[in-house]
């Protein structure tokens, strides 16, 4: 795991590296595999060996793992160089300093893209191990279910893979963690194989370092073990815990005895020699099928500047920025490129501004598409004019891009705020859950969608879920405030069902205003208000009811107050953010005074806005 530590830098070392990467005549060419896309300042062999590397490496996972969806959604973009200041010119600013850890590669792992940066013909047995250590990580991504141990043991387990032109070498014993765990005591197997995000093994240096170090060696030694008794414990023991059987349980069921894998274990590492794997299954690659194109200047410019946005390099990427964007003031990436930075500093308009541009110079682009329209969403940006845009942005990111979860979830938000196509929403929901199952935010906009078809019983379902898949503390909180408010939900339209019910029981007809009166046992017809979905954040005052279930209420917004109304408020989505209620909600008694922001219809018809939602701010 590379150190996110970043440091300032005089402005003078900053301004000559960029300088030379703008400045030096060099000849840029990209490699398009299937998989894979590399860009390359050295000669066209080079840039195909190395994506024939990385192809290559994608086959050995598919073969260890053929039945695991291992292609991310997201590209894999490899930047691949010659030469040590063009390196340097990219890599983490920590790293600059004297005296640093000289650097061969490194992985940059993020929702919407993957990079990679490689310096080519670097030194050592296992110059990219960082690189295949985190590769490792991003392709068991989607493997919800694969316990923390597992996890990183694969990840140390492949990090030494040797590719060359005619074998494959895979688990080579890693010389530190043979070292570590000779002077250390460890773990008992079933303190290993129970660690999760939340424990202490994982986060303290020292506690981390031999959960590492144990977590590689019975990873090998399991490896070992299958394919000297031509056994698969190792495979019996995933398909275990991928059904949901705890790590501990599935340990015993796949490895027996686990004092008794524990002393073999603790014989293994203490052995005088370790052996590789030597891959016997051909790994054919069609280079034929390769696609080479020479890069323009600004082409490799915008490229080098986007990876250093993702690096957290920003004044260096505005730099190159201003360059790419004089030159060439069309490049759609640099104007994603753009988007981006803006949006991680929080000025969404602007980025909103850039993604759209982007959108406009190339409409082929799903980041750009999809972007552009969670801006405005974002934003709360709605109307006849940018309604029709943002559907369509998400359905061609969709288009673009069917394995980008992300453009599912917010197509399917976009529904459900307005109040329309609920059905595909909730549709949308489930496949952004099924291409990202680790995605606990999915999981919890999946129950939201659900509460607005007024299926509470569904969502919780949903949430009880999710609250098996959440691995950290912010993940559980989060589905925990979520149960609740549906619980809430579902109290309050019991209540008020029940007060309805008891209503309808009493109703009389008055003999005077019979022409207005409902008959006995007939409920009265609801108002159906149509118009644009508003929202307004104020203080709810003038909270009203009467029966069987009607709501008045205004919202003091400040320089103007709103009226609302519903004739059905048990169905009114009320929710809390940032905090818990206290106790069960009570609509007609515990609204007055609150700090609210509240959805609601602006009629286009008469002067009754439609009450739609209502979040409680603390």
Not at 386 to 397: G, V
Not at 402 to 419: G, I, Q, T
Not at 524 to 541: D, L, M, N, R
Request: aromatic fraction near 8%; hydrophobic fraction near 40%.
């Amino acid at each position: 795991m590379l150190p996110r530590k970043w440091v300032l830098l005089p402005a003078l070392l900053l301004a000559t590296t960029l300088s030379w990467a703008r400045d030096k005549q060099e000849n840029w060419l990209e490699v398009s595999s299937p998989h894979f896309t590399v860009a390359c300042n050295g000669k066209e062999k080079d840039a195909r060996r190395v994506a024939e590397q990385f192809e290559r490496m994608r086959l050995v996972f598919h073969t260890a793992f053929p039945k695991m969806q291992i292609d991310p959604s997201s590209p894999i973009i490899v930047i691949a160089v010659n030469d040590t200041k063009t390196f340097r010119a990219l890599e983490p600013e920590s790293y600059l300093a004297k005296g640093q850890l000289q650097l061969a590669g490194l992985f940059l792992r993020a929702p919407d893209k993957n990079y990679v940066l490689l310096r080519m013909g670097a030194g050592g047995d296992h110059p990219y191990a960082t690189v295949y250590h985190e590769y490792t990580h991003l392709l068991l991504s989607k493997a919800e279910w694969i316990p923390l141990w597992l996890n990183e043991g694969l990840a140390e387990f492949y990090q030494n893979t040797d590719i060359s032109q005619k074998d494959t070498f895979l688990g080579e014993a890693s010389a530190d963690n043979i070292l570590w765990l000779r002077q250390n005591r460890l773990l008992p197997l079933a303190t290993l194989l129970a660690v999760d995000h939340n424990s202490p093994y994982y986060h303290e240096e020292k506690k981390g370092s031999i959960f590492y170090a144990e977590s590689w060696a019975l990873t090998h030694y399991l490896q070992v073990e299958d394919a000297k008794n031509n056994t698969s414990k190792l495979r019996d023991y995933m398909l275990l815990v991928s059904n949901q059987v705890d790590p501990v349980t599935a340990a015993t069921r796949a490895f027996g005895d686990l004092k008794r894998l524990q002393s073999g274990l603790e014989g293994y590492v203490e052995q005088s020699s370790f052996g590789a794997f030597k891959l016997t299954k051909e790994l054919p690659i069609d280079d034929a099928s390769f696609k080479v194109q020479a890069l323009m200047p600004t082409q490799a410019d915008d490229v080098r500047a986007d990876f250093l946005a993702y690096n957290q390099r920003e004044s260096d990427s505005r730099s190159l920025l201003d360059h790419v964007l004089q030159e060439d003031p069309k490049n759609t990436l640099a104007h994603e490129t753009m988007g981006y930075l803006e949006a991680r500093k929080g000025h969404l308009r602007e980025a909103q501004h850039w993604y759209e541009q982007a959108v406009r110079l190339d409409s082929d682009s799903y980041l750009a598409n999809y972007y552009f329209a969670a801006m405005a969403l974002n934003e709360g940006d709605s109307g006849a004019e940018i309604d029709p845009q943002i559907e369509a942005s998400l359905q061609k990111a969709i288009k673009l891009n069917p394995s980008f979860a992300p453009a599912y979830d917010e197509l399917a938000f976009f529904y459900a705020k307005r109040h329309k196509n609920l059905d595909q929403a909730h549709m949308l929901n489930l496949q952004a859950v099924q291409l990202d199952p680790g995605n606990i935010g999915f999981r919890i906009n999946t129950a939201q969608v659900l509460l607005v078809m007024q299926r509470e019983t569904d969502a919780t379902t949903v949430l009880q879920h999710a609250l098996k898949v959440a691995k950290t503390p912010q993940e559980v909180m989060a589905v925990q405030n979520e149960l609740q408010a549906v619980q809430q939900m579902q109290s309050a339209r019991r209540q008020n069902e029940e007060e309805a019910r008891r209503f309808r029981e009493t109703m009389t007809v008055s003999q005077e205003s019979e022409t207005e009166a409902p008959e006995p046992g007939i409920q009265q017809k609801e108002e159906v208000v149509s118009g644009p979905h508003q929202t307004v954040t104020g203080t709810i005052k003038n909270v009203q009811c009467s029966a069987p279930a009607i709501m008045e209420l205004e919202v003091d917004a400040g320089s103007k107050t709103i009226a609302l109304h519903t004739s059905n408020y048990y169905k009114v989505k009320f929710s809390a953010l940032n905090y818990t209620p206290r106790a069960e909600l009570h609509p007609c008694s515990d609204l007055e005074g609150m700090h609210a922001k509240v959805e609601y219809i602006e009629s286009a018809t008469s002067k009754i806005n439609g009450l739609v939602a209502v979040e409680l701010h603390k």
